[in-house]
């Protein structure tokens, strides 16, 4: 789709906002933010805009369109789309959508319910005060264009309302029918039950506006795998597996009467939807009928498999559909056959996640926070390009993280959003992004953009480092370890938030000194000339944590005790004494996955670094409490939060930063190195698993230097017996 003009809107809003003023929401963690803008909240608004359009031959017509916080939209009643991404108002996305098709002669009304949450947290830059709508029609001919502007017309909604679930991610939407025109998104002006006023000039809206560089989401509609009739009026429903989405209910019945809808993603003993669930959301809401047919469809989406409806006596259900949405994915460009179960259980369960948990961004999860963590990012971002194909998603999250810069130089924990939340491990592991981008694309250019962000975080560091080079109690930012707290296998330094134990600890100096190290590839790589020495803190590093009578890292400057995460940095990054490799590797044999479930990645690549793919292999596929057939054990579609549901005192049922074993499959098993010293940009060393089952890939995307999209073609990447 070419863009002809930049698209420069007006912005509209509702009389209430017409005079806000804007609050800044950025502050260091454990400063005092500012009060909420204008504070109204779970705000919903019904717009409509006409134009016409005479004659649509030979023409494209873009309909480009944004809203704060967010917007769908329908052309002539018909669905066109949702967005934008979240994003920061300093750099805010807006959406460019063909609709040609849609469009027919004569007047042509656009229809957009836009919604403010109004609350500080890690899904929308919200709470603000802004709140607003642009957009505009392009009819594009021969290499010119013309702009039409609707004027916008509004009705404010008050049949949604609810209280606030999970960490304040969202508004319950209790949903009331007689508040709701059924056809305002198609009917005449005319038959509107009242008439509608003009939006207002948003005099305030002072947003740097950029076409948004990732797909819109895919939104569609399923069938539940299973409707089951438990009493006179209560209706059980299975989505199958873990989805994000909601239910698109239609039922007959009086007005006033009600109907408990609740969702959950797991069942309780007797049966019945956990609707309290684990994750600390409660999805409990009411839809109260209006005469004859009515229909739920929610605006906002959850995370959940199983539904409960509870309608009172003469309700009758006619029709129940799952409203579907995530980032667009082919479930056949990457493809696994095997006769090894495990390997293939284990796959598929990460495949489902990558699938669900990417929305607009890399979710932690698409339940409680809804938000991108960069630690949790690093893990689902090499997956989900194995998965896709494509780096659009990546370069969205690389650019949002250093978009943070402005509040901290050591960067955010999430982005974005209007929540400050700041961990050191997870700024520690910027660099990694840049080099993922590299190893996918050869892109140097892309690199050197963003090599500032990367030396920022690493100079930021550096206000905490001693003569020797290593950090020493870096208390400005959580210093993670890992988590959940009880996976931390009893390391040996008090983890308060913020850290006010003096002292070097072993995580945060290797994660730094990896840093170093990934800064100084990355300038080689550049032909920049080199800011640090990173063997000189690996030296610093390995004379204060290296146990030479065990042959294992302690972790601490004062403590013997060798923790499981003491020892999984240092294989990764490569500093190990060549002396205690084989040490280190059978420590984290018989110790396993007693680490978090993210963590596990670093685990795994580090033993697949120093080339043990048996126990690799070995801890991959375990059968113990702490594995992913542990989670199929327990019934999960998708990843778990933590080994199992009871590991972790809120776990949720998908959680993207457990999805290592689609790269590790690839990667080290497979053997699918990638090299851009290779004409396709990788090379094939196939490491044969202790199974000797049989195990092919499949990847009907195949890699050149930009990481696009060949196709027509399967490609078996990788074939061992």
Known sequence: MEMINKFEPEWYTIPEFARSIPINPYHKEGEPGLETGSGLKNIHVLVRGEVCIEDKKNSQIILRITADDYYKVWVNGSFAGQGPAPAYPEAYYYNQIDITSMIRPGKNLIAVHIYYQGLQNRVWNSGDGRFALAGDIGVIREQSEKILKPLWKYKRSYAYSGEVTGYDTQFLENFDSRLWEETWKEAEEESLKEPWPYMVKAEWADYQLRLQPSKMLEVYEISPLRIERREKNVWFIDAGREIAGGLVIKARGRPGQKMIVRCGEELKEDGSVRYEMRCGCKYEEIWTLDDGVCKLEPYDYKGFRYCCLQGEEGIELLDVKISIRHYPFDDTLCTIQTEDERLKQIFELCKNTIKYGTQEAYLDCPTREKGQYLGDALISARAHIWLSGSVEMLRKCISQFAQTAAICPGLMAVAPGSYMQEIADFSLLYGEFLLMDYQFTGDKEYLAEYYPAAKGVVSYFRKFEKENGLLYQVGEKWNLVDWPENLRDHYDFILSRPVVEPGYHNVVNALYAGSVKTLAQIERILGYPPSCSWENLKNAYVEMFYRPEKKLFADSAYSDHTAVHSNLYPLYFGFVPDEAIENVVSFLRKKGLCCGVMTSYFLLKGLGRAGYYEDMYALLVNDSEHGWMNMIREGATTCLEAWGKDQKWNTSFCH??????????????????????????????????????????????????????????????????
């Open 656 to 721: 993207p930063w457990g999805t290592a074993p689609i790269s590790i499959i690839i990667e080290e098993l497979c053997g699918i190195v990638l090299d851009r010293k290779e004409e396709d940009g990788y090379r094939q060393e196939p490491h044969l698993p202790p199974s000797g089952k049989k195990c092919e890939i499949y990847i009907r995307w195949l890699m050149d230097k930009n990481c696009r999209d060949r196709k027509g073609k399967n490609y078996v990447i990788s074939d061992f017996k």
